[in-house]
């Protein structure tokens, strides 16, 4: 029997490569068994009560479900970058989508910095439980060998894999919103709004014009405060707060432009999606960006200058179509885990 362990996954973009991976199983392999956070229940109802059990984020839970049903499983596959805490007999693959356990942007906070260098160090502990770690991109792979002091060749596979939206459903949609500027993320601090934000509004005293939209939850306080500051001072900027996946394509199809300034991706799924639904793209010139796509443009990420240049030429100029170099490889995964 396969395992998928999911227990450390409950929200944002793990949260959706999860959710997909598990449909895809679902039509592909019979004998599957889930172990999955107790706060995603909803996301997985589909699932006969006898192939799931939700327990919380616990590594002290995580720890006696495998030694209780230890001989169970002849493979694993633990989709949230940690290890399991003891040696299996059976096949371990580790799905690592998480770049801040590589590296710490230098806005984040002490605090922050802690608790991931303390996750950082579980990872480094539980390493040797792993047999494979299946990763995103070959910058990735680099970062996490050279990290974690893996043999790239031997321990690391590349697979890269995405829900693809369904944009068909929205075949009246176009971009007529002319220099219109979308960010689809959450509101973690590496994913870097207050820059962008400021950036816009700099762009805009200039040019008298655009307009952006981002996807802030409405729960981050803070920076919907900030967001709602700039809307008040005159700054044509829309917060359609959290978006229902189903929804997001429209959003891509209206967007003359995705800009994308976050500071660490393992992937960066808005870039495949947004190329998808016919965006230019004007993203952080880091190696993410090139991982996915021949962007439209890109820009320095800590600079609210060179956002902002990057903006103002967006609108000033007739720029290209960006060019995605990534295909869905989900059937390569599932062949890993049938075989």
């Known amino acids: 029997m396969l395992l998928i362990d999911g227990v450390f996954v409950n929200n944002g973009g793990g949260l959706v490569l999860l959710?997909?991976?598990?449909?895809?199983?679902?039509?592909?392999?019979?004998?599957?068994?889930?172990?999955?956070?107790?706060?995603?229940?909803?996301?997985?109802?589909n699932i006969p009560n006898v192939r799931k059990k939700f327990i919380s984020n616990s590594l002290i839970e995580r720890y006696f479900f495998y030694k209780n049903n230890k001989k169970k499983f002849n493979k694993v596959l633990c989709f949230g970058n940690v290890p399991p805490s003891l040696r299996l007999k059976a096949k371990v693959y580790v799905y690592f989508h998480q770049k801040l356990y590589l590296s710490l942007p230098e806005e984040y906070s002490i605090k922050n910095k802690i608790i991931f260098?303390?996750?950082?160090?579980?990872?480094?502990?539980?390493?040797?439980?792993?047999?494979?770690?299946?990763?995103?991109?070959?910058?990735?792979?680099?970062?996490?060998?050279?990290?974690?002091?893996?043999?790239?060749?031997?321990q690391t596979i590349v697979v890269p894999f995405y829900p693809p939206l369904d944009f068909l459903n929205f075949t009246n949609a176009n971009?007529?919103?002319?220099?219109?500027?979308?960010?689809?993320?959450?509101?973690?601090?590496?994913?870097?709004?207050?820059?962008?934000?400021?950036?816009?509004?700099?762009?805009?005293?200039q040019l008298n014009q655009g307009n952006l939209t981002v996807t802030v939850?409405?729960?981050?306080?803070?920076?919907?405060?900030?967001?709602?500051?700039?809307?008040?001072?005159?700054?044509?900027?829309?917060?359609?707060?959290?978006?229902?996946?189903?929804?997001?394509?429209?959003?891509?199809?209206?967007?003359?432009?995705?800009?994308?300034p976050s500071l660490a991706e393992s992937f960066g799924l808005g870039l495949a999606e947004a190329i998808d639904g016919g965006c230019k793209v004007i993203a952080a010139d880091l190696n993410y960006t090139y991982e996915v796509c021949e962007?439209?443009?890109?820009?320095?990420?800590?600079?609210?200058?060179?956002?902002?240049?990057?903006?103002?030429?967006?609108?000033?100029?007739?720029?290209?179509?960006?060019?995605?170099?990534?295909?869905?490889?989900?059937?390569k995964i599932v062949q890993l885990l049938a075989d």
């Open 117 to 154: 260098i303390l996750k950082q160090n579980i990872i480094k502990f539980f390493k040797k439980n792993a047999d494979q770690w299946l990763v995103q991109s070959n910058s990735i792979a680099d970062e996490l060998s050279y990290k974690y002091k893996l043999n790239k060749q031997k």
């Open 295 to 331: 962007p439209t443009l890109v820009f320095d990420p800590y600079s609210i200058d060179s956002i902002k240049n990057a903006i103002v030429t967006a609108v000033r100029n007739e720029l290209p179509y960006p060019q995605k170099l990534i295909k869905n490889e989900i059937s």
């Open 175 to 205: 971009a007529t919103n002319t220099n219109g500027f979308l960010y689809v993320s959450n509101s973690s601090p590496h994913k870097n709004h207050y820059k962008l934000i400021e950036s816009f509004c700099l762009a805009y005293d």
């Open 217 to 260: 939850p409405h729960a981050d306080i803070n920076l919907c405060d900030f967001i709602n500051t700039k809307i008040n001072l005159g700054y044509p900027i829309r917060n359609v707060g959290f978006i229902e996946r189903e929804k997001l394509a429209e959003l891509y199809l209206t967007h003359e432009y995705l800009i994308f």
């Open 19 to 45: 959710k997909y991976l598990v449909d895809y199983l679902e039509t592909e392999l019979q004998d599957v068994f889930y172990l999955l956070d107790s706060r995603a229940e909803a996301d997985f109802l």
